[in-house]
T-cell receptor
């Protein structure tokens, strides 16, 4: 069964460093998303992406964040200068968009900022 | 932003018991979804609801889309140990909003 994959599973970085989190959405899906989940809290929406551009973003998704679909399969989230409070699980999700609203989530990347 | 209130926050039940949890919103949604999340993993979709009043089952799980479009409930019948996890509701109206989660513990 097709699934969303994410790499790496765990990323440790120093404060101020740039990180890139990678996702491979389900192949025929058209809508892509990034979410964040701080330990013990609910899943929070960051950004949605469709037709090679951002369609919506939350207040969390400030200038330090960017997304890209560099080729036909990958979808990346870049954090330019990480802060301690960026430590969280980051989930990628995708949706087919063909009349269905179900989003399918990847296993997540745990980001630890030291 | 939209507020999704999910209750109860946590449940401790005996194996074999039925479980009920619900989600309410201050605004209407056009889709309700229920996810289960195991520790350290991504949410897994359980049930999707598209119409007000819709009642949908998936094995021992049953969920309903409230008539007002502002609420939904999830029932789990005859709970088993592997039902343990955190259950999130999610509502969509352009954007996706997640509930605060219900942590379920099943005691064998």
């Amino acid at each position: 069964e097709p699934e969303v994959t994410q790499t790496p599973s765990h990323q440790v970085t120093q404060m101020g460093q740039e990180v890139i989190l990678r996702c491979v959405p389900i192949s025929n899906h058209l809508y892509f998303y990034w979410y964040r989940q701080i330990l013990g809290q609910k899943v929070e929406f960051l950004v949605s992406f469709y037709n090679n551009e951002i369609s919506e973003k939350s207040e969390i998704f400030d200038d330090q964040f960017s997304v890209e679909r560099p080729d036909g399969s990958n979808f990346t989230l870049k954090i330019r200068s990480t802060k301690l409070e960026d430590s969280a699980m980051y989930f990628c999700a995708s949706r087919s968009g063909r009349g269905y609203n179900e989003q399918f989530f990847g296993p997540g990347t745990r980001l630890t900022v030291l | 932003g939209q507020q999704l209130n999910q209750s109860p926050q946590s449940m401790f039940i005996q194996e074999g018991e039925d479980v009920s949890m619900n989600c309410t919103s201050s605004s209407i949604f056009n889709t309700w979804l229920w996810y289960k999340q195991d520790p350290g993993e991504g949410p897994v979709l359980l049930i999707a609801l598209y119409k007000a009043g819709e009642l949908t089952s998936n094995g021992r799980l049953t969920a309903q889309f409230g008539i007002t479009r502002k609420d939904s409930f999830l029932n789990i019948s005859a709970s088993i140990p592997s039902d343990v996890g955190i259950y999130f509701c999610a509502g969509t109206f352009n954007q996706f909003y997640f509930g605060t989660g219900t942590s379920l513990t099943v005691i064998p």
